[in-house]
């Protein structure tokens, strides 16, 4: 069975940092390209920062210069390093892997206050 776990979420001040974690299992970790995307309320889900099995990353422009994806694949675990957070980061992030098949998380809430 498959398992994406995330944690490492929470209410922190703007301009702060998080780090959160999307511990796999389930499946061959190395394998699969890693991904966070993040929704916030009334929004769609959209793409945050990728990480493929090389270790080949991807951001989108919001987070470029403040995010940092990376992953472990002994702990089969990816990261998103979160810095200068902003309001509107807020928002539920997403871990997703695929390798032929995509697999979810359950979320894990940020919320960024001003």
């Known amino acids: 069975q498959v398992q994406l776990v995330e944690s490492g979420g929470g209410l922190v001040q703007a301009g702060e940092s998080l780090r959160l974690s999307c511990a796999a299992s389930?499946?061959?970790?190395?394998?699969?390209?890693m991904g966070w995307y993040r929704q916030a309320p009334g929004k769609q889900r959209e793409l945050v920062a990728t990480i493929t099995s090389g270790g080949r990353t991807n951001y989108a422009d919001s987070v470029k210069g403040r995010f940092t994806i990376s992953r472990h694949n002994a702990k089969a675990t990816a990261y998103l390093q979160m810095h200068n957070l902003k309001p509107e980061d807020t928002a539920v992030y997403y871990c997703?892997?695929?390798?032929?098949?995509?697999?979810w998380g359950k979320g894990t809430l940020v919320t960024v206050s001003s």
């Open positions: 997703k892997a695929w390798y032929r098949v995509e697999y």
């Open positions: 389930g499946i061959i970790f190395s394998s699969n390209d």
